[in-house]
């Protein structure tokens, strides 16, 4: 769950603390250049190219899966995951409410995160069965009838307009952050650092060695599903 501090504080009386690890970011980032490339090359029908892409999205999906639970502190999903209701009545008081120091996600920020990892995991499950015109593009087309892999198709298209629906949201509500707290949330996600109050719980950074131990079994597991 999200910590957060009752006591004001001004800029200058905060220090900087590392709150999101290099494993984030570099996750953070990629996924956002990987998906741009992905619709580039369903646009343009390299669909070699696209299949590629979508396979390092599904390893780097899946180890952020591992990491949610064996991770840094501001990754793991227990850990800013509040109920619902909370994550509501946050939202609702959005533009009245004072500004609380959260540590990584806010209370809606973090359903937000996982509403886009679930969304962008099923579009590229269904992409694992997709054909078109031009190739038998997906690595898991041929197990499922006809009808299904028609399903399946639809579904595809689907996912990726649930995916940008989402991605507006998130990116107009960076905005807003901007605009009406004075608080910039790219620039955290970039450096990792977040200025904190001197009293805030800094939250523990998992080691190097751990993430690639985990990016390894991710690609492990991901050969595997493409390979079913």
């Known amino acids: 769950?999200?910590?957060?501090?009752?006591?004001?504080?001004t800029e200058f009386a905060r220090e900087p603390v590392r709150v999101w690890d290099l494993s984030v970011r570099v996750f953070h980032w990629s996924i956002v250049a990987l998906v741009i490339a992905a619709y580039v090359t369903s646009r343009y029908n390299w669909m070699t190219c696209h299949v590629w892409l979508g396979r390092l999205i599904l390893t780097l999906l899946i180890f952020r899966g591992l990491w949610g639970f064996w991770g840094s502190d501001t990754a793991r999903f227990h850990r800013f995951l509040v109920r619902p209701s909370i994550a509501l009545a946050y939202a609702r008081g959005?533009?009245?409410?004072?500004?609380?120091?959260?540590?990584?996600?806010?209370?809606?920020?973090?359903?937000?995160?996982?509403?886009?990892?679930?969304?962008?995991?099923?579009?590229?499950?269904?992409?694992?069965?997709?054909?078109?015109?031009v190739?038998?593009?997906?690595?898991?087309?041929?197990?499922?009838?006809?009808?299904?892999?028609?399903?399946?198709?639809?579904?595809?298209?689907?996912?990726?307009?649930?995916?940008?629906?989402?991605?507006?949201?998130?990116?107009?509500a960076v905005a807003a952050y901007w605009i009406v707290k004075r608080r910039n949330l790219v620039r955290p996600m970039t450096t990792?650092?977040?200025?904190?109050?001197?009293?805030a719980e800094k939250p523990e950074i998992m080691s190097a060695r751990r993430a690639l131990s985990l990016f390894l079994l991710a690609v492990i597991i991901a050969t595997l599903i493409g390979q079913l």
């Not at 769950?1 to 504080?9: Q, R």
Request: hydrophobic content about 50%; overall charge negative; glycine content about 8%.
């Open 1 to 9: 769950m999200d910590k957060a501090s009752k006591s004001p504080s």
């Open 135 to 172: 190739a038998r593009v997906g690595p898991l087309f041929g197990i499922f009838s006809a009808n299904t892999v028609d399903m399946l198709v639809s579904a595809h298209g689907l996912f990726f307009n649930f995916l940008m629906a989402l991605v507006t949201i998130h990116i107009a």
């Open 192 to 199: 990792g650092i977040q200025y904190l109050p001197p009293c």
């Open 94 to 133: 959005f533009f009245s409410q004072p500004e609380a120091t959260h540590i990584g996600h806010t209370p809606a920020g973090g359903w937000m995160m996982l509403a886009l990892i679930l969304v962008l995991s099923m579009q590229v499950l269904t992409g694992l069965f997709v054909h078109n015109d």
